[in-house]
């Protein structure tokens, strides 16, 4: 029951991607919708996560037996979170270790982006912008697809955190579990530099 709650509460995140990149309700609604649900599935989300920090494993999102802890400091406090086996408490304290060294670079690669594109779309929504929309989609999918696969990638090169940190919103990774947050991360921003590739060989043949 757990998994398919975090299932169903990660589904949301996509869905803002979706409103955001495509616009289907046009620019100023679009925006709109997309910022109520970050605001409503944080306010849900967080708790939840809170709750069920040492019922599942926060590598491998399974629930069960919890035999290691990873306490995760955050801005407000520091939470205990579980973990089945010493692989995988060995796994996420490596991850954080890696994100927290590196939290400025990885903050500019998907905060950047996404101001600017939140900046166009409000732009465009108020009629005074003259950057296209496609330009600043593909923008922001080329610069965050590189940030989150080097990153899903270049973690195990990290030694395991002492005392873990996060100075980004913990919920988002628990909800599957970091490691299938990871191999997400890996396949859509697989995905999004090979079509951010193929429309700059396409501009380049014109």
Same mark, same amino acid.
């Given at each position: 029951?757990?998994?398919?709650?975090?299932?169903?509460? =990660?589904?949301?995140?996509?869905?803002?991607?979706?409103?955001?990149? %495509?616009?289907?309700?046009?620019?100023?609604?679009?925006?709109?919708?997309?910022?109520?649900?970050?605001?409503?599935? !944080?306010?849900?989300?967080?708790?939840?996560?809170? !709750?069920?920090? !040492?019922?599942?494993?926060?590598?491998?999102?399974?629930?069960?037996?919890?035999?290691?802890?990873?306490?995760?400091?955050?801005?407000?406090?520091?939470?205990?979170?579980?973990?089945?086996?010493?692989?995988?408490?060995?796994?996420?304290?490596?991850?954080?270790? =890696?994100?927290?060294?590196?939290?400025?670079?990885?903050?500019?690669?998907?905060?950047?982006?996404?101001?600017?594109?939140?900046?166009?779309?409000?732009?465009?929504?108020?009629?005074?912008?003259?950057?296209?929309?496609?330009?600043? %989609?593909?923008?922001?999918?080329?610069?965050? %697809?590189?940030?989150?696969?080097? %990153?899903?990638?270049?973690?195990?090169?990290?030694?395991?955190?002492?005392?873990?940190?996060?100075?980004?919103?913990?919920?988002?990774?628990?909800?599957?579990?970091?490691?299938? $947050?990871?191999?997400?991360?890996?396949?859509?921003?697989?995905?999004?530099?090979?079509?951010?590739?193929?429309?700059? $060989? !396409?501009?380049?043949?014109?």
């Amino acid at each position: 029951m757990l998994v398919l709650q975090g299932v169903a509460l =990660f589904g949301f995140i996509p869905l803002v991607l979706w409103l955001f990149l %495509a616009q289907p309700l046009g620019p100023g609604w679009s925006l709109a919708l997309g910022t109520g649900i970050i605001a409503g599935h !944080r306010a849900v989300a967080g708790p939840w996560a809170l !709750r069920h920090a !040492r019922e599942r494993c926060i590598w491998c999102g399974r629930p069960g037996r919890i035999t290691h802890d990873v306490p995760v400091s955050g801005r407000a406090a520091t939470v205990v979170f579980g973990a089945c086996d010493g692989k995988h408490e060995d796994a996420a304290r490596r991850f954080f270790g =890696f994100v927290d060294a590196h939290r400025l670079a990885i903050g500019l690669g998907i905060f950047v982006p996404l101001a600017v594109l939140f900046a166009g779309t409000v732009l465009r929504a108020l009629g005074i912008s003259s950057l296209a929309h496609d330009v600043n %989609a593909f923008q922001f999918r080329l610069v965050v %697809a590189a940030t989150v696969v080097f %990153a899903s990638l270049a973690y195990r090169t990290a030694p395991p955190a002492r005392d873990p940190r996060s100075a980004f919103p913990v919920h988002n990774l628990i909800l599957l579990g970091i490691r299938n $947050t990871l191999w997400v991360f890996r396949l859509v921003g697989a995905w999004w530099l090979a079509a951010s590739a193929w429309q700059l $060989t !396409r501009l380049a043949g014109r």
